[in-house]
């Protein structure tokens, strides 16, 4: 824990990386944020068969950041120079919604129709301001007048989107009921040849104990049907070939940039603009059963559904020569297929004081990249590492992880070479996809009287992770394995002669160039994960508001998140993702933040 020198530097083993109570003492990042939201709505009826509803709102958030790298720090590539840096964001989130529904004055009782039409409107602005300092002449002064080196930019982001709906909901003589809309939607992300894009769905439902007598302890059955198109608007501002400060280098120096000898200079940047940019485009199609036995007390649903997206918007590669790298447009199409069960079960009858519930669920979903544009059959999503990536492959589930393996004979065996050492093969190869096998659920909860407990366990089985930290840390000789290292170590496989492996290796080349990134395959840090976790567990109070008038309803509760987790992974938490929550990549773990535990006071109060 003597993390400091006499003079406040860091005091490390490995010249790349800080001390750890370095990094969590010396090295804050902090975050401010401060949101706003809420709607308000007006609505008149002038007559029984029209309401004509106005309804309005905001989300707003800002979000101020602060981090440090104290002088001695090597954060940041920063060679212990120090750096401070500020990124104020600014969202707004406006919408406004115009409708108009009703039920149809029909002169029947076998047939009901309502019906809604109405006008959306949408608009979201985005901002941030970053600002950084680095080489600090004073220790632990956390200003930008303290650096020497001052670097400062802005992003500002504006989204606009309207749209027009409509929906007609039959009810024929309360047993079918049939539903049928259109979206059709207008968004400035969308380039000028889309114009805009409809949406269509249609759903229909049986209730089959309304139409038949069926046995006294089936309660409810019905049987649904829905179609449905739903999208997925471009990214703004990539409809065009924009301009951007220009960077060269030769891979020897630390190149040039503007400004440069006070000169400033722009070039159109590596990304071509795209006018036939259009929605992602997802056609659902579902078919389920529900059902109720016991008097109500037991639950059982199924649900399958057949997905396809169309027109997903990736970034895909150009050749040099057409003066661009890249160009985002919509390049491959996914299909999804799956089942869905779930069971629910009142332990106790409804006159009890004491109630209990348990729910369960459980999922299955496959995917499968059925197309890609072009003469491609692979395109890397997202890029993290050089040894591993994210790909879609023609043929393949979406999320496979693609990176060095470790050359196999035709029995499976890896191959060693005469140093012991397994040796890498020359093509990179399918490591294993992100997606789990399946997941399931089980929440019980417990009610007496005014008093609620409610707790879920999460489960997953399958998709794989790649542990990078782990990785890392055998590579350097400090994770917990590498500890047993006064022997010598021989590496599971055969010789070119086909003979089992008896060439022995020290610890060092065992942990840095077998198990550690230091040599080993990327293959060898990927792991297939299960867990069990404490997804949540709520207590929450109903208070007796007769007396007041004014008030529907009063409810305190209190929330813990994340408060347990068993699982076969050897990082912190398998459900992490390096890359943010904005990337397609999942799995990806290198010294990622460990997910947090959190507790929760939820006072709601109904007028």
């Known amino acids: 824990r ?59 958030y800002s979000d101020y950041r602060k981090q440090i790298f104290a002088i001695s720090s090597n954060g940041d590539n920063l060679a212990g120079i120090g750096e401070v840096a500020f990124n104020n964001i600014n969202n707004k989130q406006f919408y406004a919604d115009f409708i108009a529904s009703g039920l149809l004055p029909l002169q029947t009782e076998w047939l009901k129709i309502n019906y809604t039409a109405g006008l959306n409107l949408r608009s979201g602005q985005n901002t941030d301001v970053f600002s950084r300092g680095k080489e600090l002449a004073v220790r632990g002064l956390y200003n930008l007048s303290n650096a020497t080196q001052l670097y400062a930019s802005n992003y500002e982001e504006k989204i606009m989107s309207r749209a027009v709906f409509g929906q007609l909901e039959f009810d024929i003589k309360n047993q079918l009921f049939i539903t049928g809309s259109v979206r059709q939607e207008w968004s400035s992300t969308y380039g000028t040849n889309a114009n805009s894009a409809i949406f269509p769905a249609a759903s229909a439902s049986w209730v089959i104990t309304s139409s038949f007598d069926l046995p006294e302890a089936i309660n409810f059955a019905k049987l649904t049907y829905g179609y449905g198109e739903v999208g997925i608007a471009p990214g703004p501002y990539r409809t065009r070939s924009l301009y951007s400060q220009p960077f060269m280098t030769d891979g ?74 890249s160009v985002y447009q919509n390049a491959a199409e996914l299909v999804n297929k799956g089942l869905e069960v779930e069971l629910g079960y009142d332990i106790f009858s409804k006159s009890n004081p004491f109630q209990w519930n348990i729910n369960a669920n459980w999922a299955k979903n496959q995917n499968e990249v059925t197309d890609i544009s072009g003469s491609l059959s692979e395109i890397q999503i997202e890029a993290a590492f050089g040894s591993i990536g994210y790909y879609a492959v023609k043929g393949q589930p979406l999320g496979s992880f693609y990176g060095t393996r470790w050359a196999r004979d035709a029995n499976g065996n890896k191959l060693i070479g005469s140093d012991g050492l397994a040796i890498i093969d020359g093509e990179t190869g399918n490591l294993g996809n992100s997606a789990p096998k399946w997941t399931g659920g089980l929440r019980n909860t417990f009610t007496y009287k005014r008093v609620t407990l ?134 990806l773990d290198y010294f990622n933040n460990p997910g947090s535990k959190s507790f929760i006071m939820t006072l709601k109060v109904g007028f």
């Open 454 to 587: 409610s707790g879920l366990l999460d489960f997953r089985h399958g998709g794989v992770v790649y542990n990078g930290t782990l990785a890392r840390m055998h590579n350097f000789g400090v994770s917990e394995a590498s500890g047993d290292r006064e022997h010598t170590y021989i590496i599971d496989g055969v010789k070119a002669d086909g003979s089992k492996n008896d060439k022995a290796i020290s610890a060092k080349d065992y942990y840095q160039k077998y198990l550690g990134d230091g040599g080993g395959a990327a293959e060898e840090a990927v792991t297939d994960v299960n867990w069990i976790r404490l997804r949540d567990v709520t207590l929450s109070y109903d208070f007796d508001v007769k007396r007041f008038t004014a008030i529907n309803s009063a409810q305190i509760s209190f929330t813990g998140r994340n408060l347990w987790l068993n699982t076969n992974y050897k990082g912190v938490d398998p459900e992490t993702s390096l890359t943010g929550a904005g990337s397609r990549i999942n799995g």
């Open 252 to 325: 020897f120096t630390d190149g040039l940039s503007f400004p440069y000898n006070g000169i400033n200079g722009m070039t159109v940047s590596g990304g071509l603009g795209n006018q036939d940019l259009k929605p992602e485009r997802v056609l659902g199609h579902e078919v389920g059963l529900s059902t109720k036995f016991l008097n109500n007390r037991l639950s059982f649903d199924v649900n399958a559904y057949y997905k396809t997206s169309k027109d997903l918007l990736i970034t895909l590669p150009l050749p040099a020569s057409s003066g661009f790298q």
């Open 2 to 60: 003597n993390y400091m020198d006499a003079e406040g530097n860091n005091k490390n083993y490995f010249a790349s990386y800080d001390n750890p109570y370095f990094t969590v003492n010396e090295n804050p990042a902090t975050s401010d944020v401060n949101r706003v939201f809420g709607n308000m709505f007006l609505t008149y009826t002038p007559a029984e068969w029209l309401s004509l509803t106005a309804k309005g709102g905001v989300d707003a």
